[in-house]
């Protein structure tokens, strides 16, 4: 019987995984199925790009896995039974059942709520493919004038409230900053930062923490009402909960605790890879949720799969967090490079340079993604008939 993997979630971290283990694994003796909810690869760092009313094509995940060997299955992940090695799913066919023996976990993340009354009633998102078309059809029906209220100053928010003040010009955009914004910046980098909100009109509300969202604007913690047509809560992402109610360890975020192979503390069948695992950066640090990470973390899965599958020394990627880059709408970025403390260095990269930078960035991973086999060895390896006991080889 072929050995069955089962990749979960076909994101930044999943859709990669799938095609490079299709590539580096004999048909012959493993069978490669991906699930995941929607049809078309969500390209997630472009949403508040689509939400802004810009036209974005996403490709089909049908298309990308075509001639890979690699199956799609289009189906939500409603449950995983890690003892009797079981998923289960739920989709157009009703529900089902995917049986594994190796599973990737890559269910990334949606928006987090953190509890705020109010906020999955009233508020929108750009977390997620349809949230982002909701609110994309929300702004559309925004006449010139109306008011929009971006929740959170992390790297989202920021997007999000540059993207729509530079596309809707005739929109009244504000952001609400439990603390300063940009204070994490360099110093130059700051003033590029806010420079950039003042081109563009937004209006910044600093340590301006929001407790509660109603349909006609937000209240602050120390009561002040701020009206707004339209709130887009950005104030971080939440993991899905099926891996914490399945019994896989987690974290009390509800990533998955996982060793320096991506490999499950908990149940060493199952790997993870991307927002939904906790892995710890060569800075001793938990990787921040990104798609640089989603990219580490998803090679170190696969390498460790395909290694000991095939009765070799697991090779170690280097997982390391260089820094952000920030789009400030379509003309403008900046790249801020961190130390190994996650402080910002002195330099940063601003202005149009930043922005083609970041442009490519999102191209070429979009790219890669649509050509899952590319650039990759061909050799097809065979599983070996042991497995191999747990060597783990430091990449050079
Ligand atoms: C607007 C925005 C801008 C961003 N900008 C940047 C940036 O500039 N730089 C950066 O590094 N990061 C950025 N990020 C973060 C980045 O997009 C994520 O860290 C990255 O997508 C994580 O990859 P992933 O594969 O873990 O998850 P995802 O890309 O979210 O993929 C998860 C997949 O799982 C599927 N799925 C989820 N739940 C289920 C289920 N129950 N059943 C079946 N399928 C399911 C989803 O449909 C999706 O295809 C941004 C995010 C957003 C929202």
Redesign the pocket.
Known sequence: MKHRIVV?????????AAGNLARRLSPADTEITV????P??????????L?SGQDLAFRKLADVFAGTGVRLRL????GIDPERRTVA?TGEDGDGELAYDTLLY??????AHHGVPGVSEYAF?????SS?RRLRERLAGLGEGGTVLIVGEG??GI??ATEFAESRPDLSVALAARGELGAWLSPKARRHLLQAFDRLGITVHEHTGIEAVGPTGAITADGRSIPSDVTVW?AG?AV?P?AATSGLEVTETGQIVVDRTMRSLSHPDVYA?????YAIGENGRPL???????GY??MQATAAIIARLTGREVPIIGLKYHG????LGRQDAIFQMVDGDVRSKSWYLGGRTAARL?SG??TGSGWSIAHPTFGMPKRRRRLATAPHQDGVRTAA
């Open positions: 979960l979630g076909a994101g930044y971290a999943g859709a990669f699930v995941n909810a929607v078309e690869f969500v390209e997630r760092m472009r949403l508040h790009q939400a189906a939500r992940v409603t799913v890559a269910l990334g993340s949606s928006v998102d750009v977390a997620g493919w982002a790297l989202t997007e999000t950005s992402f899905h099926v890879a991307g927002d939904s695992a921040p949720m990104s798609c640089a990470s989603a973390t998803n952000n880059h920030i789009s970041k960035i999102l």
